[in-house]
């Protein structure tokens, strides 16, 4: 298997883990997250974690909110540099929303993966909402 293949695989797994906190359960998170300290989240809803203990007790916390939901990449475009990768897509799908509400989500995503005993681990996640870009630049 090749590193990008490798790393492909990571970004598959972390939509296993990302549906599964979007069902309520956060603990797939901890197999692909880096327990290390250098981690970071910024969440589309402006959040801002440094550290895995941070970073997971903010998808904790998702988790404990979130009712329901499906997502999955798309255009997914990796780079691999020695024990680094960073992989870019969008995120598409249904999440539920407090009121119950079946609402699309439309999400850009970035990720960097290291590499510790041999997998990649995810080391920072970035995630921004595309909607609201497309109606700041809408009006210019």
Sequence with gaps: ?????AVRTAVEQW???????????PE???EIYSHADDVTYMGA???YRVGWQETYADWKAQAEKSSGGKVEATEVHVVVAGEMAVAQHYTRGQVRQPDGQMN??????????????????????HADGIAYWEKAFAAT
Excluded: C
């Design 1 to 5: 298997m090749t590193e990008e293949t």
């Design 28 to 30: 797939p998170l901890v």
């Design 104 to 125: 699309e989500t439309n999400v850009r995503e970035t990720s960097v993966f290291r590499k510790e005993n041999a997998t990649w681990k995810m080391i920072a996640h």
């Design 45 to 47: 809803e402006g959040s």
């Design 15 to 25: 939509f296993v883990a990302l549906n599964a906190m979007l069902n309520g359960d």
